[in-house]
Nanobody, 122 residues
Framework: QVQLVESGGGLVQPGGSLRLSCAAS????????MGWYRQAPGKQRDLVAL???????NYVDSVKGRFTISRDNAKNTVYLQMNSLKPEDTAVYYC????????????????WGQGTQVTVSS
């Protein structure tokens, strides 16, 4: 199993910054990708950013130039630095890890954090 613990959400003013953290732990596993998704009221859950073990990074167009995803391999932790926040960024942010569990052979699974609320408002 892989457990994901998120932190860093909160309330900020437009133009402010937050950094989200997500730490993965559990039995032996190998991570293929780590990423962040968000879901606003009445909206579907959409990809915000992801990073692969090869260092390939993808961002949704609306956050390019403002958000930065990074990874600490030693800590199995992924971060999302969010700058120049806008009210449109308000959502619940979910960490996601796509990983292979050794006890499950070579199969991969998708694991989700509990979600953390990000609210951008004056």
């Amino acid at each position: 199993q892989v457990q994901l613990v998120e932190s860093g959400g909160g309330l900020v003013q437009p133009g402010g910054s937050l950094r989200l953290s997500c730490a993965a732990s559990g039995s032996s596993f190998s991570i293929a990708t780590m990423g962040w998704y968000r879901q606003a009221p009445g909206k579907q859950r959409d990809l915000v950013a992801l990073i692969t073990n090869n260092g390939i990074i993808n961002y949704v167009d609306s956050v390019k130039g403002r958000f930065t995803i990074s990874r600490d391999n030693a800590k199995n932790t992924v971060y999302l630095q969010m700058n120049s926040l806008k009210p449109e960024d308000t959502a619940v942010y979910y960490c996601n890890v796509y990983a292979r569990i050794s006890a499950s052979g070579s199969s991969y699974g998708s694991y989700w954090g509990q979600g953390t609320q990000v609210t951008v408002s004056s």
